[in-house]
């Protein structure tokens, strides 16, 4: 019975340090985005298939697929903006184009 305590134990302080990870992780990665200029996807909520698991760390998991929601939709605006400055910065080249070819006389 020991040792079923002592897994269920070191499972939860790993899930415990996996998801601080994870913030660590996110935070340090939002202000080189956002710095960069670049849509960066959010991570996926981790699920455990543990049930006993997920019952302890329900109030986390919620949280991780609020902020998931959230962000997807923050990195869709973002790739919206991505594509249309892209496409902005295409149509410009190709008139930069046509100028360098008179210039050049092709």
Do not use: H, T
């Not at 913030?23 to 710095?35: D, E, F, G, H, Y």
């Not at 698991?53 to 998991?61: C, F, L, Q, V």
């Not at 991780?64 to 249309?84: H, P, T």
């Amino acid at each position: 019975m020991a040792s079923i305590k002592e897994n269920r134990g070191f499972r939860n302080l790993w899930l415990s340090r996996w998801v601080k990870m994870q913030a660590v992780a996110l935070l340090l990665l939002v202000p080189a985005a956002s710095q960069a200029g670049s849509c960066l996807a959010p991570v996926r909520p981790f699920v455990p298939s543990d049930s006993q698991a997920a019952s302890d760390y329900a109030d986390i998991i919620r949280q991780d697929f609020e902020a998931y929601i959230s962000d997807i939709q923050d990195y869709f605006r973002c790739l919206e903006q991505e594509r249309a400055r892209a496409f902005e910065e295409a149509r410009e080249v190709s008139q930069d184009y046509g100028r360098f070819l008179e210039l050049v006389g092709d």
